[in-house]
């Protein structure tokens, strides 16, 4: 069993529709959850980051980690044509900010 | 600033044949990582450094070596490349006091063993 799961799609929304990007881990002991966007032919860039349980939101963009189910969600409001992106969620896995990786949803917002 | 840089950006190799792909940051990181990303499978740690002189193995090191001589460069060495080496290679650096998983990644370097 991978230590992070991820859907890799691809998904395909219209713009404005409000899209779930979603991840589950194994490791109970992870506490520390990503999300990378990554644009094509470019490197990740960090998107948000989460400690535990809850929910944090940044604009249109929530990240929420449901440690009892060991479930990750990204959710996206009001999506854009920029928003098209490939989405990794990630967890830092022993010190030195070392990161396991989902293996990354494509995502295409269509206008 | 340019962050991190990662050279080439392609590069193309025949079996049996070895390079090195360069990797500097100018952010005064001291951890850096190599990280190799195949379609579908994510990213996966190679090799990382805690700081010059300082490295260690990730997930995938089998057939890689680095070296971390200065706080800039780690350099990732490909000794008698494989076709299974084919994919996309990624750098990184982060602040050693931020526990927070932020990780500033170059543009990746596309390597091909055929």
Known sequence: QKEV????????????????????????????????RQYSRKGPELLMYTYSSGNKEDGRFTAQVDKSSKYISLFIRDSQPSDSATYLCASLSGGYNKLIFGAGTRLAVHP | NAGVTQTPK???????????LQCAQDMNH?????????????????YYSVGAGITDKGEVP?????????????PLRLELAAPSQTSVY?????????????????????????
């Open chain 2, 30 to 46: 001291n951890y850096m990582y190599w990280y190799r990303q195949d379609p579908g499978m994510g990213l996966k740690l190679i």
């Open chain 2, 62 to 74: 089998n057939g890689y070596n680095v070296s971390r001589s200065t706080t800039e460069d780690f």
């Open chain 1, 5 to 36: 799961e991820q859907d890799p799609g691809p998904l395909s929304v219209p713009e404005g529709a409000i899209v779930s990007l979603n991840c589950t881990y194994s490791n109970s002991a992870f506490q520390y959850f990503m999300w990378y």
């Open chain 2, 10 to 20: 392609f590069r193309i190799l025949k079996i049996g044949q070895s390079m090195t």
């Open chain 2, 90 to 114: 990624f750098c990184a650096s982060s602040y050693s006091d931020r526990n927070t998983g932020e990780l500033f990644f170059g543009e990746g370097s596309r390597l091909t063993v055929l």
